[in-house]
């Protein structure tokens, strides 16, 4: 379908372009930004006037709960949920049940996930099979099947020679091994190790938990080339480390949540469930780091974190409620805030979950990387077309995700959230319309 944008606020972070113009979208692609010629026969036109028009979100880091745990979410759900959010390509971690060690469940979720239209899947491949931290994966064959990287998830790997190994295998072969940086004994706290930790009487988990898993990684990075990307940092040590690993040349990116953003262990109030995350809310000053982190792109992107939980398991005790929140439909406004907090152009505050993602995920992004993240004529139309001025308060029964927890709640923190996405474009097609409740 022909779809013209007519009177938006284009902005694309990657060529740096922020100007009124129109946008012309037909066969999945965008044919023309500016003027539109009087022979472009649209089919549909949206009047974007007083919104912007950016790149589609890109989320390096989703939990659709599929397969295995439908109960807390699944992928029609959650990749509505994306679709609202304005995130056109995420990242979904292999420790689903079961995980994602062969070829065939990798392929089944991508075709299910094309059949829905709703949002681009780009899968991890397990680094062990079953996530046992014992035996290799076959790489070859999961990049064969759409994997754009290996992870462990949240499943520990104990054995640094099964790393080594790893990161031998994919250094060869040119893939990227995906960790997140928590020492498996260290990391047995529910809250991170603190004041606030000792006063509710909760287990810590020790800043050093992350260090000495960046510290091990480095080392095998050193020995063996292998591009490290590192999932949810936390803490300010974690940051400071990255940062001199990047000056002395080690081919490393990371991330950082939303929740972390945004946060602290001060939120954890009186035992409040829906504060519970993993990895655990830092202290004041390593939320600070963070931020600062990622605007002066140490971090190199932002991410939802997304990681639906059910009501059964999530109210319980603190220590015993299910770790994760509800993160898609939440990206954009909570990136919009951290930017205006931090002085930040539009741009750059768009960069961080758009144009930088894609150059985390380099080649692996698959044959449209080098349009994804971007606005270009002749590129893939993923459009997120959403209005800066708005705030608004989280409505859970709204929320599409499965997931109704977040600690983002009105209740919790009194944080009015900017911005709202108005219509999401998946490779041309209109993914979510909010006049239409799509």
């Known amino acids: 379908m022909n779809i013209l944008i007519r009177g938006g606020r284009v902005v694309d972070p990657a060529s740096g372009r922020d100007e009124a113009a129109d946008v012309a979208v037909a066969s999945g692609r965008i ?29 390096l880091s989703a939990r659709l709960r599929e397969p295995g745990a439908e109960h807390q979410g699944f992928l029609e759900s959650e990749l509505a949920a994306a679709a609202a959010g304005g995130v056109t390509s995420l990242v979904c971690p292999p420790d689903t049940e079961p995980p994602l060690d062969e070829p065939g469940l990798v392929e089944m979720l991508k075709f299910r996930a094309r059949k829905l239209s709703r949002c681009r899947l780009l899968p991890l491949g397990a680094l062990t099979r079953g ?30 020679q099964v790393l080594l190994r790893a990161m031998q295998y994919a250094a060869t072969f040119g893939y990227a091994v995906w960790l997140r940086p928590q020492d498996p004994q260290l990391g047995r706290g529910v809250a991170a190790s603190g004041a606030v930790a000792t006063r509710l009487g909760l287990a810590g988990v020790p800043a050093a938990a992350e260090t000495i898993a960046l510290h091990t990684a480095f080392e095998l990075a050193r020995a063996t080339g292998a591009r490290v990307h590192f999932c949810q940092l936390s803490s300010a040590a974690g940051v400071a480390l990255l940062r001199a690993a990047k000056a002395q040349g080690l081919p490393v990116t990371a991330d950082v949540s939303i929740n972390s953003l945004h946060l602290s262990d001060v939120d954890i109030g009186y035992f409040n469930p829906d504060m519970r995350l993993q990895p655990p809310l830092r202290q004041p000053a390593d939320r600070d780091a963070l931020r600062a982190g990622l605007a002066d792109g140490t971090i190199d992107a932002l991410v939802s974190d997304h990681n639906p939980v059910a009501d059964d398991a999530k109210t319980l005790p603190f220590g015993e409620a299910e770790p994760g929140a509800t993160g898609l439909e939440l990206l954009l406004s909570l990136a919009l805030k951290w930017g205006a907090d931090s002085g930040l152009p539009l741009a750059a505050t768009l960069a961080r979950v758009t144009c930088d993602p894609v150059r985390v995920l380099g080649g692996a992004a698959g044959s449209l990387a080098a349009s994804a993240g971007r606005l270009v004529e002749g590129g893939v139309a993923d459009l997120c077309l959403f209005d800066p001025e708005p705030t608004w308060r ?7 995700s499965q997931g109704k927890h977040t600690p983002f709640a009105f209740e919790h923190t009194g944080m009015a959230l900017p911005g709202r996405v108005r219509a999401t474009l998946m490779a041309g097609g209109i993914a979510f319309d909010a006049q239409g409740g799509g």
Request: hydrophobic share 50%; net charge negative.
């Open 394 to 400: 989280i409505d859970r029964a709204a929320l599409r």
């Open 31 to 59: 044919v023309a930004i500016g003027a539109v010629g009087a022979e472009f026969a649209a089919a549909r036109t949206i009047d974007a006037h007083g919104l912007v028009v950016a790149p589609g979100l890109v989320d």
């Open 131 to 160: 996530l046992a931290g014992q035996v290799l994966t076959e790489m070859a064959e999961l990049t064969e099947a759409g994997c754009v990287g290996f992870s462990q998830g949240d499943a520990p790997l104990p054995d640094n």
